[in-house]
C-alpha cells in the first residue's frame, strides 16, 4: 500500500524549469535511493514533499497514516544540555506519560487505593509501555554509541559540538522520531565506516519507507532497492541498488541507440527511394514519391536522439618510476596530544604502484598520521623514510593552494606554463570541467569542484606518491567516478584516507587499519577485510575492544544507572504479573478440560459449546499474555547487558 504519492511534479526555479512531470510511489516499506548530479534538484524536491517550497503543478498525496521525519525538523539546541538528554528529548509525549505514572504510582503508596486511580494507573501502564517507554533511554544510549558517541561524549553540552557532532545528533534524533516515511540527505556525510555500518544495520531493520540521497555507492547498495533517478529535469524509476540501476541504465541506453540508428537507416534508405524515383521522373513515381515523403515524416516525428552518456575522457598522468620497490617505510611512530596517547607503535610500508587505503575511526588520528608521513609534524617517536626518486605529493582537505581570485583554466596553466592550452583543457575536461566552466573564479565555485580543481592540480605535480586525505568528501557521484578513472590511468603510487568503500572497492590493493595499539595491514580491498575479520560488524566490535572504551562503558553516571535500574525494576514486575496470569489461565483452562470429560456435561450440547467458547477466549488471552512475557523477558536481558 502506498503511503506517499507524487502525481505529475513541476517546479521552476525563477523562468527555468528545475524538474517537470515526476511521479512516483512510495510503499510503506519501500528502500529508496535518490541520486543525480549536484544542482539537479535533489534536495529541492525534499523541500518540495516537506511543504517547504512551493511546487508550480502536480499534487504530492500522503496517507493518513504517513508520518514524515527529516533532519531539519529536529533542531539542535544552542544550549548547556547534554547530547544525550537532546535526544532524548524526541521521546518528551513517553516522558510525560512516564511523569504521570510516577505521579499515579506516588499517590497509591501513600494509600489512595480507589477504582478510579487504580483505573488510571492501569491505563497510563498500559499506554506507557505501547509507546516503547520502558526501552526509550536504552534506544538513546544505543543510537548515540553507533553514531559514534562514547558515553563520556554523551554527558558534553551541545553547544560545544562541531558541526559534524551536531548532525550527527540530528541523525539520532530523526531515527527516534518514530516516523515511518523517512526523508534522508547525505546521512553518511560526517560518519566513519563504523558509523556508517551502524546506520545500515538500523535502516536495514527499520519498520517503514525511506528515501536517500546520497553519493556514497556502497550505502545505496547495501541499503536500497529502488533508484530514484533526478536527471535533465525529469524523474526515472528503476529496480535495485546503486550497481543494479547503473547497469540497467547503460543497458537501457545502449538499446535506444541501436533503436534511433535504425530508425536513421530506415529514413535514409527511404530517401534514396525518393531519389531514385525522381531519377525517374513519370508521374507514377511523384505519387511514390508522396508516399515515401510521408512515411518519412511520420518516421521523424517519432525520432528521439538518446541522452548522450558524459564522455570519459582520458587524460594520462606521468610521473618518474623511482628506481626502488621501497616507496615509503614508517617505523615504530608513535603521537600523542597533552599528554594522551593517540596512536603508537604504527609501522607502515608502501611498495611501488600499490593502492593502498588508511582505514580508523573518526578521531584515531589518521590525518595526523599522514602530516607526519608527509613531515610537516615530528612523532614523538619512529622515523619516516622514503626511497630514491620518491617524490611524494599531499592532498589536504582544506585546498589551501587554490586562489580565489583566479579562474579555474589561470589555476592550472599558472603552476604549469609548460602545457599547452589544448593540453590544459584536456585535463579540464577530464576532471568534468568543459565549455565556459573553466572560466569560472574559483572563488564561486563549490565544494566539489574546487576539490577537483585541487585533485587535478595535484595530479599534474609529476609527483610519484601521493597522499590523499578523504579525496571524495565533496564529490559527487560523477566526479568521484572521473577520480577513480584517474586515479586507475595514474603511473604512481597512492596511499589514500578514505571512507568511501566503493572506491575502496574498486582499486586498493592492500588496507592499514589505525587503532591506538597500531596499523594491522590487510591485502585486498575492502570485501577482503570484512572477510578476514569474520563479518561486517568488526568495526564496531574492533572499535569496542580499542582501550580506554572499555572503562568508559563502566563510567555510567548515578543518574543513568537509577535510569536503567528503574527500567529493570519496571520489567521485572511486568514478567512477575504476567507469570501470575499464566498460571491463573492454566488452571481455568485445565478446570474447564476436566469439566467437558464430564459425563453429565459431555451429552448437553449448550453447556460443551458454551465451555469451549469459554476455553477459546482463556487459550487466546493465553497465548497474549505469554507473547507479552517473552517480550519483557527479552528486553530485561537486553537492559541488564547494557549495565
Known amino acids: 500500500m502506498a503511503v506517499f504519492n507524487a502525481k505529475d511534479v513541476t517546479l521552476y526555479f525563477g523562468a527555468e524549469m528545475l524538474f517537470g512531470g515526476v511521479t512516483f510511489e512510495v510503499e510503506k516499506d519501500d528502500r529508496i535511493g535518490l541520486v543525480g548530479v549536484n544542482g539537479c534538484g535533489k534536495t529541492t524536491l525534499f523541500k518540495a514533499i516537506r511543504g517547504d ?15 514524515l521525519g527529516y533532519m531539519e525538523q529536529h533542531v539542535i539546541r544552542e544550549s548547556s544540555v547534554s547530547v544525550y538528554d537532546e535526544v532524548l528529548s524526541v521521546f518528551a509525549p513517553v516522558m510525560k506519560l512516564e511523569s504521570e505514572l510516577d505521579d499515579v504510582n506516588r499517590r497509591i503508596d501513600e494509600g489512595d487505593n480507589s477504582p478510579e486511580m487504580l483505573e488510571k494507573q492501569m491505563q497510563l501502564r498500559e499506554q506507557f509501555e505501547a509507546e516503547g517507554g520502558l526501552t526509550y533511554r536504552t534506544r538513546a544510549m544505543s543510537s548515540l554509541l553507533g553514531l559514534g558517541f562514547t558515553l563520556p561524549e554523551q554527558e558534553k553540552p551541545v553547544s560545544v559540538l562541531s558541526g559534524g557532532e551536531k548532525a550527527k545528533v540530528q541523525l539520532a534524533k530523526l531515527l527516534l522520531s518514530g516516523a515511518n516515511l523517512l526523508l534522508l540527505d547525505e546521512p553518511t556525510n560526517h560518519l566513519d565506516i563504523a558509523a556508517s555500518t551502524w546506520l545500515e544495520k538500523f535502516l536495514l531493520e527499520y519498520k517503514g519507507a525511506y528515501i536517500i540521497i546520497s553519493h556514497d555507492r556502497y550505502f545505496l547498495d547495501t541499503v536500497t532497492t529502488r533508484t530514484f533517478e533526478l536527471e535533465n529535469k525529469r524523474l526515472t524509476v528503476y529496480k535495485g541498488g546503486y550497481s543494479a540501476y547503473r547497469r540497467k541504465k547503460e543497458e537501457d541506453l545502449e538499446i535506444a541507440w541501436r533503436h534511433y540508428e535504425n530508425q536513421l537507416e530506415d529514413i535514409n534508405r527511404i530517401k534514396g527511394i ?3 524515383q525522381k531519377r525517374f521522373n513519370q508521374e507514377r513515381n511523384y505519387i511514390t514519391i508522396a508516399s515515401k515523403e510521408k512515411q518519412i515524416e511520420r518516421l521523424e516525428a517519432d525520432l528521439v536522439k538518446p541522452q548522450v552518456l558524459p564522455k570519459k575522457l582520458r587524460f594520462a598522468f606521468h610521473c618518474t618510476d623511482p628506481v626502488t620497490e621501497e616507496i615509503m617505510t614508517a617505523k615504530n611512530i608513535r603521537m600523542g596530544f597533552e599528554g594522551e596517547t593517540l596512536f603508537s607503535g604504527v609501522d607502515i610500508d608502501v611498495r611501488k ?10 578521531g584515531s588520528g589518521k590525518t595526523t598520521l599522514f602530516k607526519i608521513l608527509m613531515k610537516q609534524l615530528a612523532p614523538e617517536t619512529g622515523n619516516v623514510t622514503y626511497g630514491p626518486g620518491v617524490k611524494p605529493g599531499y592532498y589536504d582537505q582544506l585546498m589551501t593552494g587554490l586562489t580565489d581570485s583566479k579562474t579555474v583554466m589561470d589555476e592550472i596553466w599558472d603552476a604549469y606554463p609548460k602545457m599547452s592550452q589544448t593540453q590544459v583543457r584536456t585535463a579540464l575536461g577530464s576532471f568534468l570541467f568543459g565549455g565556459e566552466d573553466v572560466f569560472k573564479k574559483i572563488g564561486v565555485l563549490s565544494g566539489g569542484e574546487k576539490a577537483r580543481v585541487a585533485l587535478l592540480k595535484l595530479m599534474l605535480s609529476g609527483c610519484n606518491f601521493l597522499l590523499l586525505d578523504e579525496p571524495t568528501n565533496h564529490l559527487d557521484i560523477n566526479s568521484r567516478e572521473a577520480l577513480e578513472d584517474a586515479l586507475a590511468g595514474y603511473g604512481g603510487t597512492v596511499f589514500i584516507i578514505s571512507h568511501d568503500r566503493y572506491l575502496i572497492n574498486k582499486i586498493a590493493t592492500r588496507l592499514y587499519k589505525l587503532s591506538p595499539g597500531g596499523a594491522m595491514s590487510i591485502e585486498g580491498n575492502y570485501d577482503d577485510y570484512l572477510a578476514a575479520s569474520e563479518g ?6 574492533a572499535k569496542a575492544k580499542e582501550p580506554g572504551e572499555s572503562e568508559s562503558a563502566n563510567k555510567l553516571d548515578y543518574k543513568r544507572r537509577k535510569e536503567l535500574q528503574s527500567d529493570i525494576r519496571k520489567l ?5 504479573k504476567a507469570e501470575a496470569r499464566i498460571s491463573e489461565l ?7 478440560n476436566a ?4 459425563p453429565s456435561i459431555a451429552g448437553d450440547y449448550s453447556k460443551v459449546a458454551d465451555l469451549s467458547e469459554k476455553l477459546g477466549e482463556l487459550q487466546s488471552e493465553l497465548d497474549s499474555v505469554t507473547e507479552e512475557w517473552a517480550e519483557a523477558s527479552e528486553t530485561l536481558e537486553n537492559l541488564e547487558s547494557s549495565c
Open 572 to 576: 521485572g514486575t511486568r514478567i512477575s
Open 586 to 592: 492454566e488452571s481455568d483452562i485445565a478446570c474447564i
Open 53 to 67: 517550497v512551493e511546487y508550480d503543478g502536480g499534487e504530492f498525496v500522503k496517507s493518513k497514516d504517513a508520518v
Open 536 to 541: 561486517a560488524n568488526v568495526l564496531t566490535a
Open 595 to 598: 469439566q467437558m470429560q464430564d
Open 353 to 362: 604502484h600499490e593502492r593502498v587505503f588508511l582505514l580508523g575511526a573518526n
Open 274 to 276: 525518393i531519389e531514385q
